[in-house]
């Protein structure tokens, strides 16, 4: 009776989830093919190293134009073009749309030289003199550029992604073949006990024998739970032959898993191969079913390589509870993955959402919790051309065709995209930017919507948001609470040596200068439409005389390097930028000022983990950040 060993001690569940905590289950990161990517977790972040659509295309079928040439167009005083040629989706373009002209176009084809807009076909008509254009356009109309559905430098995916065939098609549109991602755990199973046979061996029932469903059942688990299961050879109740198998494991394993010979009887002798091969750390815990659980590591005491070991019990529900309970989560934390939930989840809508189409509708949305915990409900949709919505989204709500819409806290059933789906822990909205990334990749589980400064502020008015990132001048207040931000150094990103001399604003009003924009909602965009209207009054002209005179000042593009890329890629003498990007792309940049960046908070939401998370992230990490990149003062 004195080799028993007793429970008297029975330690709570905590501490057996303490227990398990500590142990080290996670395996080196590795790199993998994408196609066989589906289910890993990135280990980090992926930027995008090109722009999707990686040209300007058409977004419609129709007439390539130069929108000035349509200016004053209507139905009863159409202006008439010379057609120049066609291009076709596939193809180069061949032709040049000068003043007076325009080509044919099909969807998705790539505007040629010389055109900034596109005419639908519905609105001209062929006539033997030419095409009679029946609409006045802008430019930029009917029409993608480069970037508008990913931008090269922007945050493409961060590290702790589950990659599913929605993150799959994004990297693909990117271009990228191998990806980094966090390794799966190997775990050792070793059934115990001289009762126990492997299926497929022939059974004596009246010996007592029992086939051994632990294994099967706890490797099926472990596989569900992320990891890699190794099945080894049953061990009996001998001590040599348990050391043996539970050490072979240790060594090839990082987690090992033994199920049965837990107990207290005397045949019961795991518990000491734990202690004399490594550490025990616990024996007994008070719960039911499962009270005789160990926890411990495997290896010798001067190895670094300590294997993680958890005892199970042997009968088959009690182990699989127990697994569920305390082992499958370790599992998944060390692979990366979000616990599992179920299929479908009911939430309350953030926002009014109007719809009255008359068809069903299946609308995308995306999941975030408030400050109470209850899950809000809120659309995702940036067009069915755009890979981008399906990573925003979750899952899908079915709206009936005679529902005109649906009301903001009206309770709604969202069909997730998989188990797996869970609300972000943070979810912030607003301006891109570069230091803004890398801030992000030290908060878990994050979910970050680049819609610029001045969607940012709406929808943070509106309450759907945790965060929103803004920078730039603006006439509109919105009630939040500032965690912290930064400063950056904006102004005209130019090719490598400034070829042009461009010295300032005053260039790109008075020479004809190519120039690329940023698009309206972008706070680097309000900064510079101030700079303009600043000039303007210097000049004592009227703001919009001086954009007129830009070539290109509304013709604009998406992500904070969108711009550069033009530049660099001979399309523009200078583009709205920053001096971190200049440098980054090796490019010249001329300094047209300094704006800050700031991290608006939900008031709400102030005491919610993400946000709490991102607070400290701020305070802690800010300077290392800024320090980090030139031209980012904290």
């Given at each position: 009776m004195s080799d028993r060993k007793q429970f008297r001690d029975l330690r709570p569940p905590a501490e057996a989830r303490e227990a398990i905590a500590s142990l080290d289950l996670e395996p080196d990161p590795e790199t993998v093919p994408l196609d066989e990517a589906r289910g890993r977790v990135l280990a980090e972040r992926i930027d995008a190293q090109l722009d999707v659509p990686g040209f300007d295309r058409a977004s419609v079928d129709g007439y390539a134009v130069r929108a000035r040439d349509t200016f004053g167009a209507d139905e009863a005083d159409p202006v008439v073009l010379d057609q120049i040629g066609t291009v076709h989706a596939g193809a180069e373009p061949d032709v040049f749309v000068d003043q007076g002209t325009c080509a044919e176009i099909s969807t998705g084809a790539v505007m040629p030289d010389g055109a900034d807009a596109v005419v639908m076909v519905e609105r001209t008509d062929e006539q033997d003199d030419g095409i009679a254009i029946r609409t006045a356009v802008a430019p930029g109309d009917r029409v993608m550029v480069a970037g508008a559905d990913v931008a090269a430098g922007s945050r493409a995916l961060g590290p702790g992604t589950l990659l599913t065939p929605r993150e799959i098609g994004l990297l693909s549109a990117l271009g990228v073949d191998a990806v980094p991602v966090r390794g799966k755990p190997t775990v050792g199973i070793v059934s115990t006990g001289d009762e126990l046979v492997r299926p497929g061996d022939d059974l004596n029932s009246a010996a007592g024998q029992i086939y051994d469903v632990n294994s099967y059942t706890i490797a099926a688990g472990v596989e569900e739970a992320g990891g890699e299961a190794v099945l080894y050879p049953h061990a009996g109740d001998d001590y040599d032959e348990m050391e043996r198998l539970l050490v072979e494991a240790a060594d090839e394993c990082d987690l090992v898993l033994s199920s049965g010979s837990t107990s207290a009887s005397a045949v019961d002798v795991i518990y000491r191969v734990i202690e004399d091969e490594g550490e025990l750390l616990l024996h007994g815990v008070s719960v039911k079913p499962g009270k005789p659980m160990l926890i411990g590591r495997l290896g010798e005491a001067r190895s670094a390589s300590r294997s993680a070991y958890v005892g199970l019990p042997g009968y088959p529900v009690s182990a699989l509870t127990i697994f569920r309970t305390f082992v499958a989560p370790a599992i998944r934390s060390a692979a990366g993955l979000p616990e599992p939930r179920t299929a479908t989840v009911e939430g309350r809508m953030a926002v009014q959402e109007r719809y009255s189409e008359g068809r069903t509708r299946l609308m995308p949305v995306g999941l975030v919790e408030d400050g109470a915990g209850d899950t809000l409900v809120y659309p995702v949709d940036k067009g069915s051309g755009a890979t981008t919505s399906l990573v925003e989204a979750d899952g899908v709500v079915e709206v009936d065709a005679d529902t005109e819409y649906l009301a903001a806290d009206e309770t709604v059933t969202v069909q997730l995209f998989s188990p797996d789906v869970r609300a972000p822990a943070l979810l912030g909205v607003g301006e891109d930017d570069p230091a803004l990334s890398r801030l992000l990749d030290a908060v878990e589980h994050p979910r970050y919507l680049d819609v610029g400064s001045r969607e940012g502020r709406r929808r943070l008015r509106d309450g759907v948001?945790?965060?929103?990132?803004?920078?730039?001048?603006?006439?509109?207040?919105?009630?939040?609470?500032?965690?912290?931000?930064?400063?950056?150094?904006?102004?005209?990103?130019?090719?490598?040596?400034?070829?042009?001399?461009?010295?300032?604003?005053?260039?790109?009003?008075?020479?004809?200068?190519?120039?690329?924009?940023?698009?309206?909602?972008?706070?680097?965009?309000?900064?510079?439409?101030?700079?303009?209207?600043?000039?303007?009054?210097?000049?004592?002209?009227?703001?919009?005389?001086?954009?007129?005179?830009?070539?290109?000042?509304?013709?604009?593009?998406?992500?904070?390097?969108?711009?550069?890329?033009?530049?660099?890629?001979?399309?523009?003498?200078?583009?709205?930028?920053?001096?971190?990007?200049?440098?980054?792309?090796?490019?010249?940049?001329?300094?047209l000022g300094v704006e800050s960046v700031r991290v608006l908070a939900n008031p709400d939401r102030t005491d919610k983990p993400g946000v709490e998370a991102l607070r400290a992230v701020l305070d802690a990490e800010l300077d290392a950040v800024a320090a980090s990149l030139p031209g980012v003062d904290g």
């Open positions: 948001p945790d965060v929103a990132v803004v920078s730039g001048p603006s006439d509109r207040d919105v009630e939040a609470v500032e965690l912290g931000g930064w400063t950056r150094e904006w102004g005209l990103v130019v090719p490598a040596g400034n070829p042009e001399g461009i010295e300032g604003l005053a260039d790109l009003v008075d020479r004809d200068l190519r120039f690329v924009n940023r698009a309206r909602d972008s706070g680097l965009r309000a900064s510079l439409d101030a700079a303009v209207g600043e000039l303007a009054d210097e000049r004592g002209a009227d703001s919009r005389d001086l954009t007129d005179a830009i070539d290109g000042y509304d013709l604009t593009v998406k992500g904070f390097e969108s711009p550069a890329r033009k530049v660099l890629s001979g399309g523009a003498a200078a583009g709205l930028g920053l001096r971190t990007t200049a440098e980054t792309l090796d490019c010249g940049f001329v300094p």
